[in-house]
C-alpha cells in the first residue's frame, strides 16, 4: 500500500504556533506565506515525526513558547504517529491499536522524500548513481563506461601514434631513381669481371684475326716468290709446284678461316661497363636512397597499422556505447526521456545544470518515488521560483503519478491551500496553553490537546 498523510497538526515546533492540515491525496498542497511565517517548520515537523530523531531541527522548540513541541500525525494506513511531551517522546500506533516504533515508519518513509535537497544538491555523479542503483544495473553499466573509457583512451593513444608515424613517414626523404633493393659491391663486381674477361677474350679473338691476316699476307708473299723461283729453278719445279700446290692449299684454308674469322668478330659486342663503373662509383649514394626508401615505406606501413588498430578500436567503442544505451534504454525508468550519460543524469537531453527548476524537481520527485514505492507523498521547499503555469503543470503530473506534495511557497495567492501567519494558519490567533487565557484556534486544531 502507498502511503500519504491524511492529517497532521504541529505546535510549538520552530516558528509553528499551531497548524492543522489535511493534504491532498495526489498532487500539490501548498503551503503559503511570507518569509518567516513558519512554512518551512511545517515541512520540518513532518519529518521530525516520520523521519526521527536524526531528522530533529537544532532548535525544536518554539521561541517563548512554554509549552513543548507536539506533533500528530494520521496516515492513510491507519498508523498514527505521535511526538509530545518534554522529550518529544515518540508514539507510533498501527491500525490494530499495537505500539510500534521507528522502525515500522522507516518501512515505508523514504528520507529522501523527507529531505529532496539532499538528492537535488547533490553532485551528478551520486544522482546518477543513485538512479542506476535504483534500476539494478549499476554495476553492468560501470563496466560498460569503464571499456568505454579504456577503449577510448586506447583508441586516442593509437590515433596519436599513428598521426606521428605518417606525419614521421612523409617528412622522410625518397628518391625515385634508386632501385628497391640496395646494391651489392660483390656481385657488382663480379659482373665488372665477367664483363671484363669477356672483352679481353673478345681482344684475343681480334688479334688472333690479325694473326692470321698477317700470315696471310706472308703466304701470298711467299707464293709471288715461289713463281719467281718456279722461273729461275726449273730444276726444282716439281718441288716448286708441291710447294706452291701446297701453299696454294694453305691460302685457300687460310682464307676460308679468315672469312668465318672476320663474320665472327662482326658479331661481337663489348659489355659496356660504363654504367657499371658509375654504379661502382656510387654504390654508397644508391644504397643511402635505396635504405632511406625502405624506411619511408616501413613507415608509412606502420603508420597504415596504426590507423587500422584505431578503426578497430573505433568499431568496439561504438559498440560498446550501443551496448550501453540499450542497457539503459531497455531499464524501466521513472520518466520518459530520463536517462544516464558519462556518469550524469540527462532529461529531454539535458544535464542537471541545464534542466529548469520545474524539470530538476520533477526528475527528483520521481526518483526519489521509486527508489521507495511505498511512500506516497513528498516534502517540498521553496516552490516560489516555478510561475503559476508551471506549478499547475507541476500538480497535474503528481496527480497524474498518485503522488502527494506538501510543499512551501512564499506567496498568499490562490494557489496556496493554506496561508500561514506568524506560525498560524491565516486569521487566526493564537495564546499559550499555560497562560489559560481564551482565544480564538484553528478550526480544525486546539493547542495542547494532544
Not at 272 to 289: F, H, P, R
Amino acid at each position: 500500500m502507498t502511503v500519504k498523510i491524511n492529517t497532521l497538526q504541529v505546535e510549538n515546533v520552530k516558528r509553528v504556533k499551531a497548524v492543522t492540515l489535511s493534504p491532498s491525496p495526489a498532487g500539490l498542497t501548498v503551503i503559503g506565506g511570507v518569509n518567516g511565517a513558519g512554512k518551512t517548520s511545517v515541512l520540518d515537523a513532518i519529518a521530525w515525526g516520520l523521519g526521527g530523531d536524526r531528522r530533529k531541527p537544532g532548535n525544536a522548540a518554539r521561541d517563548g513558547s512554554m509549552a513543548p513541541p507536539a506533533i500528530h500525525l494520521e496516515l492513510n494506513n491507519g498508523i498514527t504517529v505521535e511526538r509530545k511531551g518534554k522529550n518529544s517522546s515518540l508514539t507510533v500506533k498501527d491500525p490494530t491499536g499495537k505500539r510500534a516504533g521507528q522502525k515500522l515508519l522507516d518501512e515505508f518513509v523514504s528520507q529522501f522524500a523527507l529531505d529532496l535537497p539532499r538528492f537535488m544538491t547533490a553532485n551528478d555523479a551520486d544522482k546518477a548513481r543513485t538512479l542506476l542503483q535504483l534500476l539494478g544495473i549499476e554495476a553492468e553499466l560501470q563496466a560498460l563506461e569503464d571499456q568505454e573509457t579504456r577503449l577510448y583512451n586506447e583508441r586516442h593513444a593509437l590515433g596519436q601514434i599513428a598521426d606521428r608515424k605518417k606525419k614521421h613517414a612523409e617528412e622522410l626523404p625518397y628518391h625515385a631513381d634508386a632501385p628497391e633493393e640496395p646494391l651489392s659491391g660483390s656481385a657488382m663486381t663480379k659482373k665488372m669481371q665477367d664483363a671484363l674477361q669477356k672483352n679481353a677474350e673478345n681482344d684475343r679473338l681480334r688479334a688472333s684475326v690479325e694473326d692470321i691476316r698477317r700470315e696471310m699476307h706472308d703466304v701470298e708473299r711467299q707464293a709471288l716468290s715461289a713463281d719467281k723461283e718456279i722461273q729461275r729453278l726449273k730444276a726444282e719445279l716439281e718441288r716448286a709446284q708441291k710447294t706452291l700446290q701446297d701453299l696454294r692449299s694453305r691460302e685457300v684454308e687460310y682464307s676460308d678461316t679468315l672469312q668465318r674469322a672476320v663474320l665472327a668478330s662482326k658479331e661481337l659486342v663489348d659489355e659496356d661497363t660504363t654504367e657499371l663503373e658509375k654504379q661502382l662509383e656510387e654504390i654508397d649514394a644508391i644504397n643511402t636512397k635505396v635504405r632511406a626508401n625502405l624506411a619511408k615505406s616501413q613507415a608509412m606501413d606502420e603508420a597504415q597499422e596504426y590507423t587500422e588498430q584505431y578503426m578497430g578500436l573505433t568499431e568496439q567503442l561504438a559498440a560498446t556505447r550501443k551496448q550501453r544505451l540499450a542497457l539503459i534504454e531497455g531499464a524501466d525508468l521513472p520518466l520518459p526521456e530520463l536517462t544516464v550519460q558519462n556518469s550524469a543524469l540527462l532529461y529531454r537531453g539535458q544535464p542537471w545544470d541545464c534542466m529548469s527548476g520545474a524539470e530538476q524537481l520533477q526528475v527528483a520527485v520521481a526518483i526519489v518515488r521509486r527508489l521507495n514505492p511505498d511512500c506516497g507523498f513528498v516534502l517540498i521547499d521553496k516552490l516560489e521560483a516555478m510561475d503559476s503555469d508551471t506549478l499547475a503543470s507541476f500538480g497535474e503530473w503528481l496527480t497524474g503519478e498518485g503522488l502527494q506534495a506538501i510543499a512551501t511557497r512564499v506567496s498568499t495567492g490562490d494557489e496556496c491551500s493554506i496561508v500561514i501567519e506568524d506560525g498560524l494558519p491565516q486569521g487566526q490567533a493564537y495564546v499559550d496553553v499555560t497562560t489559560g487565557v481564551p482565544a480564538p484556534r484553528p478550526k480544525q486544531f486546539t493547542p495542547g490537546q494532544f
